[in-house]
């Protein structure tokens, strides 16, 4: 492919933790095809050299959680094609959004100094809040071979193979017996959407829910289960305020059990 | 074939797994694994479940040992020999960009000639049914075929049901009827542990000369049809399977599809677990330059949102048509399409579901209910 033709690639981070963007780095094998077959135009993690946009590919990591960022973001989405989320952050929020369900000011008078350098907002949200959001990677952090087959899909123009039912398909092909079944470990699997592979249930856990909400979850079936399994209310809070804690099934869900 | 059947020693059942392998064939069968028994590739009897059973119910199996070293003393497990008839994943074909065309590379699936040791009747049965679909009339899967034709089948008749078995309601057991080319009755009484075997083909019976086995006597036989007997009244479930097609053609507006529909995860478990689901979806791939493709076909589930999505949208958006439409088909459509049931009563989907959705009780309830209306007219 001749080298002007390139399509541009900028990959920009918000309220995160670099994770997401790693696994770009983490491709290893692949990184080198990615990098031949797109312009790595913008990423400050890889390398300082920076191309001006706009760019045709954006990729962005990382939630909504200061004034200021809640502007940048309109700016990327200015000079973006293509505008990618990728990560629990980006897409639900991430960990952060566990200020979501609490009074953030109250947090800020205990952790800092002086709290009045701080300007954040009062809730942790992910991007597609904020700016219109061509398609969302899940994860925590993404699965590298999904966010290969995302660029990949743009760059063919194509649909990208990106499942959104559960993670028990991932269990059943590769073999997993199920944690829940034949241990009696509680699992979020039968209500989080597959991509990771199934990594915990083949290491005998069950699933955090890293992926966040499946299509069309049954949240509250499971929830009764796990009852029965012997988990009490406030460690169903718990399990379903992870990474994806403000994506509306399981935010709903753990608030039910925090208002028994 | 002779009626002639034998008895293979408990200490001589190596040594026909070791006749197979000499023979090509990649043995198959039970093993322990991730608290379960599963499907695995074994090469010697030590890789077999020796003194495991299985305790099952609705959403949950567990492991127990036994009071002796039965090598086939369980049930079945959540694998089943589809994961090696029909592959979960399996790449179907890759392309090459040519200048303004394209070329097609060679598939190049070499399909393991398989034993598969341990072939519950049941699965037996749910082989027969998937050869109907794949192999049957106009559009033959090669690739189900391939592996198909050469697979070579050691069957074990069940001498104890599970708690969630109800093959004796689909008529599909616990004695292997069909299709297999040995099958055995494991017998442990007292200090005595030994096979009766019988053979079902001209291969079984030259895999038989290969292994030290003598004719059984009247008295063995009937021991092992006593043991099989007996496991056919342990059955852990019931279907009344009485016209049941018309039944549920006549009760797709039930209300219980609604109630059914508030436990359901919709989770495709049922699905993946099933000996006899077959559906897949076909995945294709590019390279990042877009000069090679690849098509992959992978299991799918009816319970997915995709799976009915055409233009517009999923034609099964909720949970309770996904549901009906998974035991409608399985217990009712099949046996328009097919000529028989869908459903083998293995009972995996029973234990397998995270929540305990049993088929049995699904149908009971829709049967009873007419019952009760019946009597109220």
Known sequence: MPKAKRPKIAVWKFASCDGCQLSLLDCED?????????????????????????????????????????????????????????????????????RNFKDVKEFISIVYAKPEYISTLDKSTPIADHVKVDFELRGCPVNKYQLIEVINAFLNRRKPNVPTYSVCVECKRRGTPCVMVARGTPCLGPVTQAGCGAICPAYHRGCYGCFGPKETPNTVSLSAWWRKLGVNDHDLVRAFRGFNAYAEPFRKESERYEQR | MSDEQFIIEGTDFQKLLDALRQQGYTTVGPTVRDGAIVYDEI??????????????????????????????????????????????????????????????????????????IGVRSCELHAIFIQDRVFTNGKFIDPHYQARRQKVFIVAVNCVQAGGTCFCVSMKTGPKATLGFDLALTEIIDGQKHYFVVEVGTEKGAEIIQRVPAKPAQPNDIQIAEERIARAAQQMGRHLDTTDIKNLLYRNLEHPRWDEVATRCLNCANCTMVCPTCFCTTVEDVTDLTGTEAERVRKWDSCFTMDFSYIHGGSVRASAKSRYRQWLTHKLASWIDQFGTSGCVGCGRCITWCPVAIDITEEVRAIRESEQVSKKGE
């Open chain 2, 43 to 116: 090469a010697s009897v030590k890789d077999l479940p020796i003194g495991w059973t299985d305790e099952q119910d609705g959403g949950r199996y567990r492991l127990q040992k036994r009071n002796d070293q039965a090598l086939f003393g369980y049930v079945v497990g959540p694998h089943s020999w589809k994961k090696f008839l029909h592959p979960p994943v399996l790449s179907l074909w890759k392309a090459r960009k040519n200048g303004k065309s394209f070329e097609i590379l060679p598939n190049r699936n070499d399909s393991p000639r398989y034993a598969f």
């Open chain 1, 30 to 98: 692949e990184l080198l095809a990615v990098a031949g077959a797109v312009d790595i135009a913008y990423f400050l993690e890889a390398s300082r050299a920076v191309v001006k946009g706009p760019y045709d590919i954006s990729l962005v990591e990382g939630s909504i959680t200061t004034p200021h960022d809640a502007e940048r973001i309109q700016e990327v989405r200015r000079v973006s094609t293509f505008l990618i989320t990728i990560g629990a952050c980006a897409t639900a929020g991430g960990i952060q959004a566990l």
